[in-house]
């Protein structure tokens, strides 16, 4: 389904007690290489929400046996779609899922995600007291713990040549950042009626922030819920520069990050943050180069990246 499809503006759009709410949780998986991860997941919302979507990325040549345990029944789907169509198209499909079921929300989860117990009834309370208050909430998500690190997540909130990181306090009180990662995240139907899908053509990286800030163009604003925590891994490796912790992935991924960010350069929904993330190009396209293993081969990757970023050459990369 097309981005402007859902953008058809703002339905009724009041709190949704937390007890009649209708979940639906989208899991996007590609080559499951961990089925005990996959279970531990799925256990873990089995009594939080009212349905899962596994939207399988996997191609069709790789796909083994059904990977959902039997004792799920029918509150588990499983859609494969026979090609890697990316994170945020399969998590469009999962979206298109919940929409054609009726649900009133969707939790987006990866397939490694490891959520507490009450999560999602933690996030709907906050959700429900907060649009209560009459704040217009986009999405609420949790506290991130890095599995890696054990560091907690920060809010992300634009300074005026850099990001800026407001730590997450033991408190009840929700933190407004300008986005949240997608993994974890609670939405209602009714944002993604107003606000749109996600951004298929970015395939990886930065369609949450897209999608985060564009809420936020429209009025909308996201919440990080500190009693809601979840456990995640960023990155395949950190290392230490200046005092702080960069996340290290595949050159390719590191392609999709820099290709992103430099198309969102264009956008107004974008404003605040283009002088940022100017900034911020220019040291990924250092560092990610620097600790890359294959140095030559990274800078022409990213070269490219930034090159198609400007011509607006999106999609997958073969």
Same mark, same amino acid.
């Given at each position: 389904?097309?981005?402007?499809?859902?953008?058809?503006? +703002?339905?009724?759009?009041?709190?949704?007690?937390?007890?009649?709410?209708?979940?639906?949780?989208?899991?996007?998986?590609?080559?499951?290489?961990?089925?005990?991860?996959?279970?531990?997941?799925?256990?873990?919302?089995?009594?939080?929400?009212?349905?899962?979507?596994?939207?399988?990325?996997?191609?069709?040549?790789?796909?083994?046996?059904?990977?959902?345990?039997?004792?799920? $029944?029918?509150?588990?789907?499983?859609?494969?779609?026979?090609?890697?169509? $990316?994170?945020?198209?399969?998590?469009?499909?999962?979206?298109?899922?919940?929409?054609?079921?009726?649900?009133?929300?969707?939790?987006?989860?990866?397939?490694?995600?490891?959520?507490? !117990?009450?999560?999602?009834?933690?996030?709907?309370?906050?959700?429900?007291?907060?649009?209560?208050? $009459?704040?217009?909430?986009?999405?609420?998500?949790?506290?991130?713990?890095? !599995?890696?690190?054990?560091?907690?997540?920060?809010?992300?909130?634009?300074?005026?040549? +850099?990001?800026?990181?407001?730590?997450?306090?033991?408190?009840?009180?929700?933190?407004?950042?300008?986005?949240?990662?997608?993994?974890?995240?609670?939405?209602?139907?009714?944002?993604?009626?107003?606000?749109?899908?996600?951004?298929?053509?970015?395939?990886?990286?930065?369609?949450?922030?897209?999608?985060?800030?564009?809420?936020?163009?429209?009025?909308?604003?996201?919440?990080?819920?500190? !009693?809601?925590?979840?456990?995640?891994?960023?990155?395949?490796?950190?290392?230490?520069?200046?005092? !702080?912790?960069?996340?290290? +992935?595949?050159?390719?991924?590191?392609?999709?990050?820099?290709?992103?960010?430099?198309?969102?350069?264009?956008?107004?929904?974008?404003?605040?943050?283009?002088?940022?993330?100017?900034?911020?190009?220019?040291?990924?396209?250092?560092?990610?180069?620097?600790?890359?293993?294959?140095?030559?081969?990274?800078?022409?990757?990213?070269?490219?990246?930034?090159?198609?970023?400007?011509?607006?050459?999106?999609?997958?990369?073969?």
């Amino acid at each position: 389904m097309a981005l402007q499809e859902l953008s058809t503006g +703002r339905n009724s759009d009041g709190p949704i007690n937390e007890n009649v709410a209708q979940v639906a949780a989208v899991i996007v998986m590609c080559h499951l290489t961990n089925r005990d991860l996959l279970e531990r997941l799925l256990a873990a919302v089995a009594d939080q929400v009212a349905h899962s979507f596994v939207i399988d990325n996997t191609p069709a040549d790789m796909i083994g046996e059904f990977p959902i345990p039997a004792k799920y $029944g029918g509150s588990v789907s499983h859609v494969p779609l026979g090609e890697n169509t $990316g994170v945020p198209a399969a998590e469009n499909v999962g979206i298109s899922k919940a929409i054609e079921g009726g649900f009133t929300h969707v939790l987006l989860l990866d397939d490694d995600s490891n959520l507490d !117990r009450n999560m999602v009834k933690t996030l709907l309370a906050a959700e429900s007291a907060l649009l209560a208050e $009459g704040n217009p909430v986009a999405s609420v998500g949790p506290l991130f713990i890095d !599995r890696k690190t054990g560091k907690r997540s920060f809010a992300f909130r634009p300074g005026r040549f +850099r990001i800026s990181r407001v730590p997450i306090a033991d408190s009840a009180d929700p933190v407004e950042s300008h986005y949240l990662i997608a993994s974890g995240s609670l939405t209602r139907i009714s944002v993604f009626r107003s606000v749109g899908f996600m951004r298929s053509d970015f395939f990886i990286d930065w369609f949450d922030i897209e999608w985060g800030l564009r809420a936020r163009s429209k009025g909308y604003r996201s919440y990080i819920i500190p !009693r809601a925590v979840m456990q995640h891994s960023i990155g395949d490796s950190t290392v230490r520069v200046f005092g !702080r912790d960069i996340n290290i +992935r595949s050159d390719i991924r590191n392609y999709y990050m820099i290709r992103n960010a430099t198309y969102l350069l264009r956008f107004k929904s974008f404003r605040e943050w283009r002088v940022i993330n100017l900034i911020k190009i220019s040291l990924y396209y250092a560092f990610y180069s620097l600790y890359s293993r294959h140095p030559l081969k990274s800078i022409r990757l990213l070269t490219s990246a930034v090159i198609d970023g400007v011509r607006g050459k999106l999609g997958r990369v073969n």
